[in-house]
């Protein structure tokens, strides 16, 4: 029996950008998409403080938000600090953990990475789980090491094709209009696709895996060709409807 093919996924992880005023834009894009047939699902992932307005803007399409990182407890003395629960209370589906933004910026280990995507699972919520290599990684030669660890570090061992999705984002192609080339995409989404049956057997091979870093309309056509790449994680060009619909294309 041949499986199913994957539905891709086009997700926009906003950071930290966007105040009321950007409520536009998700606005601009559910009308933009409504009545389109798309063979992908689109999720946005704006700042936690509009992510309830933002999906109230885009009620009747079927655009779902998400949340940027999350706590590993359900609650608790953590100031400053959101749960996944709460990130579900405002209306996300899937919540972003283990972006190299925090990784670099905040120090998460993969240790606290997986204990994330664990409480985004706990709280039944679908974990978008970041990795990728820095410029002296891949420089060294060391791109497909640094994934596998990373992977066996930061995946839980009860994820399914459901409830984790893995984002491939080279920390060096983030935000700087540098992109690897569809062989290098290729050969690193190969790759995590054959760990992640490794350790998901089965639900590895329909788990979802994204590209991000630097994904534009102008590129993300040849970006989503490469094999293995289903969908794709996008900051910047997330940020404008007109750009962001741009990207989804590839998929109508
Ligand atoms: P850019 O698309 O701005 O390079 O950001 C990618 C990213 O970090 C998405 O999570």
């Known amino acids: 029996m041949t499986a199913a093919p994957i539905r891709a996924l086009v997700a926009g992880n906003w950071k930290m950008n966007g105040t009321t005023a950007a409520l536009r834009e998700p606005r601009l894009l559910a009308a933009m998409l409504k009545g389109v047939k798309l063979k992908c699902d689109v999720l946005v992932c704006p700042p936690a403080t509009i992510l309830r307005r933002a999906k109230a803007v885009m009620k009747g399409s079927k655009i779902r938000v998400g949340g940027q990182d999350c706590h590993a407890a359900a609650s608790g003395a953590h100031t400053g600090d959101i749960s996944a629960d709460m990130l579900k209370d405002a209306g996300a589906s899937m919540v972003i953990v283990g972006h190299s933004e925090r990784r670099t910026n905040h120090k998460e280990t993969d240790a606290e990475v997986l204990a994330k995507a664990k409480a985004v699972h706990r709280a039944g919520l ?120 741009g990207i989804i294309k590839t998929y109508m």
């Not at 497909?144 to 920390?171: C, D, H, R």
């Not at 989404?189 to 091979?205: C, D, N, W």
Request: with cysteine.
């Open 126 to 245: 679908t974990a978008i789980i970041c990795i990728g290599e820095t410029l002296e990684e891949r420089k060294a030669g060391k791109t497909l090491e640094v994934l596998t660890a990373q992977i066996k570090g930061s995946v839980p061992a009860e994820s399914n094709a459901g409830n984790t999705v893995v984002a491939y984002e080279p920390v060096w192609a983030i935000g700087t209009g540098l992109t690897p080339t569809t062989a290098e995409v290729a050969e690193a989404h190969t790759h995590i696709r054959a760990e992640l049956e490794k350790a998901m057997g089965a639900e590895g091979s329909q788990t979802r895996i994204l590209y991000g870093g630097s994904v534009k309309p102008s590129n993300a056509a040849e970006l989503m060709s490469a094999a293995n790449v289903n969908g794709a994680l996008v900051g910047g060009a997330s940020l404008k409807a007109a750009d962001f619909i």
